[in-house]
């Protein structure tokens, strides 16, 4: 019993005090089909890659100020491997000092790193996966800096309903995380008493017995509604869709309106200081995954600096307490909610290249902190 008590105390003296070096690692995924356009319109233009350890790189640069003021020097250990690689390159990151791993990773492989971590004195930042199974499955030593799929659902959410677009059409395709994100659409909307009129496959295969799957007046046809809800994650089908349904009708989700915790267009609380730095440093326009990466290395530097030790189990406390106070250039002091590691955050409705509304919407309220309407709240929240 007395070597139980004092195992805890012997990690934390094992760690470097202030002064050292600060090894963060950065894990993302060789070929990430998350950001792969490969339909590209017919491969005549194709977007600049999503490389987010740029954005893991200006965090280090805008805080290296303060680090220089403490004495603390952060060294950038990024990485990119195949998803067969993704388990054993993340220990071998840990066994080479990296206390704190920032995971930009599909959740399969956020959650093979995180089993295989969850008893070591490692930090990890869920950066780009939205999941919510990853935060009810509760690892001790993870915290998630990207929006959960329930807090980019409830954003739309929040807006129909102060717009009175109470009636809704979901259009959804074959690939398997389309139908999670149908789901996640249709528990936000029965939270806040919309009306899913139907929910409707759409197929891009060609042959006639598929012509209501694929013909898009006849899909959204038949049937009145406010809105079109499209869950397309792979960018198969969606773009076809504004402009083409038989009602002329607004249309969000995978196209059209989005959620994202970022967009370069957003012009408020410093919003363009951030983008323009991003620009400068990468020659791109800043995209979500960017932000969310850049807003986790953030997240740690910070953290590590307020605790007496940069001891990870102690940096997760300090950043999932109130203490933490963290700027994200959105308006409102940042946070990690303690029930499910979840930072809390306004999230951004917008087009292409505008900015639209930002979540939480006026006239939502809650009993502590507005930021906690969007997501799932303490009081409903249970581990798997």
């Not at 007395?2 to 470097?16: E, G, T």
């Amino acid at each position: 019993m007395r070597l139980r008590h004092l195992l805890p105390v012997m990690a934390l003296l094992a760690f470097p005090a202030l002064g050292d070096v600060l090894k963060i690692g950065h894990l993302s995924l060789l070929k990430d089909p998350r950001y792969g356009q490969d339909w590209g319109y017919a491969r005549l233009i194709t977007p600049p890659p999503v490389i987010t350890a740029d954005a893991a790189r200006m965090a280090v640069s805008d805080l290296q100020f303060t680090t220089d003021a403490v004495g603390v020097s952060v060294k950038l250990d990024t990485q990119a491997v195949t998803s067969a690689d993704v388990v054993a390159a993340a220990q071998k990151m840990v066994a080479a000092g990296d206390d704190y791993l920032v995971l930009d990773l599909p959740a399969d492989e956020v959650k093979a790193v995180a089993d295989a971590l969850k008893d070591q004195p490692v930090l990890l930042v869920n950066a780009t996966a939205p999941n919510d199974s990853l935060r009810t499955a509760c690892y001790p030593n993870m915290v998630h800096s990207g929006p959960s799929r329930r807090q980019e659902m409830d954003a739309f959410t929040q807006y129909l309903r102060s717009m009175n677009w109470t009636d809704v059409l979901i259009l959804e395709g074959e690939h398997p995380d389309d139908a999670g994100l149908s789901d996640a659409f249709a528990a936000s909307a029965e939270r806040l008493r919309l009306s899913i009129v139907d929910r409707r496959p759409f197929t891009l295969a060609n042959d006639p017995q598929n012509r209501e799957g694929n013909n898009i007046r006849l899909l959204t046809g038949d049937i009145d509604y406010d809105v079109i809800f499209v869950a397309d994650t792979r960018g198969e089908f969606g773009r076809f869709i504004p402009y083409a349904s038989l009602l002329p009708r607004p249309v969000i989700g995978s196209i059209g309106l989005l959620a994202a915790p970022w967009h370069w267009a957003y012009e408020r609380d410093g919003a363009t200081q951030v983008s323009s730095r991003f620009d400068k440093l990468t020659g791109r326009k800043i995209q979500p995954a960017d932000w969310d990466v850049w807003i986790a290395v953030k997240s740690i530097i910070t953290s590590v600096m307020k605790v007496p030790q940069p001891y990870p189990p102690l940096v997760r406390g300090f950043m999932t307490s109130n203490k933490l106070k963290l700027d994200g250039s959105k308006g409102v002091t940042l946070n990690y909610r303690a029930w499910d590691g979840q930072l809390r955050q306004p999230i951004l409705l917008g087009t292409s290249d505008a900015v639209i509304v930002v979540a939480p919407v006026q006239g939502f309220s809650h009993q502590t902190n507005t930021l906690d309407t969007l997501g799932t709240d303490e009081a409903e929240f249970a581990c798997d």
